[in-house]
């Protein structure tokens, strides 16, 4: 096969989705509808939300999806579908309808990221690409926000590209990362492609490449004056180069009228060699210069070297925010959670287990989250039945579902539900906000959540309730099939 060409992403599915759609086709369930919920059970790395991200290439997925003459021909070759599966899957088209919280909102366990209404064969189809999508670059902008928030409004650059796994993971790595928040990336061709600024400076083996230390200074900043950022640790930080580093600054810089420039540390105490860097960057006189680092950081490293005092203005995350290394499986899940009749109403379904964690909340949903009217913070989430509406002119007692003892009431409050069309009858009725629109709605909507809810470890459990009428028919259910 010839890797290079484009592939046709439609095939990117678990092999049971086609063996069940098949056996859907055969037993007159081609046409039932269904609906499917996208969320996740457990917050990455323990913390108390996660991010919302990849919905633009789900989009872009269900827009193009398709079955080529070639994918028919492979699949005939298996000799396990019908031919008139097949030729059902010649002509196949989304027509369903999708709902999705935007991306960048933050998000709680056991919520509905995405709901899917569709046939029953449309709906298992695009299972995995739904799931690879919301995984992956919900845990990377969730892991990108943990760093960003521990940066404490420094910039925050996403380095990690050369340890990401694979090309569309370092590419929508930083697409996500930038959601998160962070300021920018090392990655070329997502500033090509998506607008995530890509800058950088050099590697060890531009200092390695000359004669001297010096040498490779000088020729860099002369080349690059506006963008003079020299990296000091490839010999001896203290001794020769921030020494030589500011040796050129007042050599080049200095006559040109430059006092913008950098010098970045990837190795050693960060917190020492920052602190003294500082100390003799100001006494030659470059106080605007900043001191940039790199080197395995991630939230809790960046934490601890800035309580220890250190000077630094911009942090180079790599390998630990594009793999998401402490954590690197988000879990998000899809489920079945009711189907139609053939009267057309709504049928509530449930997974049972006998991990608690693992039970689903049934039927077709709206999410709502309650907001503050005098702090404009989000008190609570509310779930509940498609056709409930919620008052929020008055008070409101919500429980804990999973500790049901623990109420709370709420008022003075508004309501706004979360999930917005995206496809109705498989037409797009959704248009995409910018990538930079996209960012500073998370940036804004992580500012409503108290701090406690955002603390690294053991945040505030936030309150994610159930509307009584649902809790009811999950209770029904669980009974039922018990």
């Known amino acids: 096969m010839d890797m290079t060409s484009k592939l046709n992403l439609t095939m990117l599915c678990d092999f049971y989705e086609l063996t069940m759609s098949n056996g859907y086709f055969a037993n007159g369930y081609k046409d039932r509808i269904t609906y499917f919920d996208v969320f996740y059970r457990r917050c990455p790395d323990g913390g108390g939300f996660a991010i919302a991200a990849g ?20 699949l005939r070759g298996r000799e396990l579908f019908s031919e008139e599966f097949l030729e059902y899957l010649a002509n196949f088209k989304f027509t369903g309808d999708i709902w999705a919280v935007p991306e960048g909102t933050p998000v709680f366990p056991k919520e509905p990221i995405i709901t899917v209404r569709a046939p029953a064969i449309e709906a298992q189809l695009i299972e995995t690409f739904l799931l690879l999508c919301t995984n992956h670059q919900s845990l990377i902008a969730t892991k990108a926000n943990r760093v960003v928030r521990a940066a404490e409004g420094r910039t925050v650059l996403e380095f990690g590209s050369r340890r990401a796994q694979g090309p569309d993971a370092a590419i929508l790595g930083a697409r ?6 962070c300021n920018g990336t090392a990655c070329t061709i997502a500033d090509q492609l998506y607008g995530v600024h890509a800058g950088g400076t050099m590697a060890h083996a531009w200092v390695q490449m000359f004669d001297t230390e010096y040498e490779a200074f000088k020729t860099y900043v002369s080349l690059y004056p506006n963008n003079a950022t020299l990296l000091v640790d490839t010999y001896n930080t203290l001794k020769s180069g921030v020494p030589n580093a500011i040796r050129v600054f007042n050599e080049v810089l200095k006559p ?10 990837d190795s050693g105490d960060m917190a020492y060699l920052s602190q003294k ?6 006494e030659a006189g470059w106080t605007e210069c900043q001191i940039s680092v790199s080197n395995s950081l991630d939230e809790y490293t960046i934490q601890d070297i800035l309580r220890q005092g250190a000077k630094i203005d911009m942090f180079g995350v790599g390998e630990r925010l594009i793999t998401a290394r402490s954590e690197p499986v988000f879990g ?20 049972i287990s006998e991990n608690v964690g693992k039970i689903t909340n049934p039927h077709f949903k709206k999410l709502y989250r309650f907001f503050g009217n005098d702090t404009g913070k989000a008190i609570a989430d509310y779930l509940c039945v ?10 409101m007692e ?6 049901t003892w623990k109420t709370k ?22 248009k995409c906000p910018t990538l930079e629109e996209i960012r500073s709605y998370c940036l804004e909507q992580v500012d409503t959540l108290w701090d406690e809810v955002k603390r690294f470890d053991n945040p505030h459990n936030y309150y994610v309730d159930l509307s009584q009428k649902l809790w009811d028919i999950k209770y029904n259910l669980l009974k039922k099939n018990s």
């Open 55 to 74: 919905l633009e290439q789900i989009i872009e997925y269900i827009q193009m999806l398709h079955f080529t003459p070639e994918d028919i021909e492979y």
């Open 176 to 181: 996500a990362a930038y959601i998160g928040g």
């Open 256 to 265: 040109l009228g430059i006092k913008k420039c950098g010098i970045r540390l």
């Open 277 to 282: 860097a500082r100390q003799m960057l100001d």
């Open 332 to 351: 998000g899940v899809y489920k079945l959670v009711a189907v139609e009749d053939k009267e057309g109403e709504i049928v509530p379904k449930i997974k």
């Open 386 to 395: 498609y056709d409930e509406v919620v008052d929020d002119s008055g008070e």
């Open 398 to 403: 919500i429980f804990d579902p999973e500790a």
């Open 409 to 430: 009431t709420v008022y003075n409050f508004t309501a706004k539900e979360l999930q917005v069309p995206i496809f109705v009858k498989g037409e797009l009725v959704y």
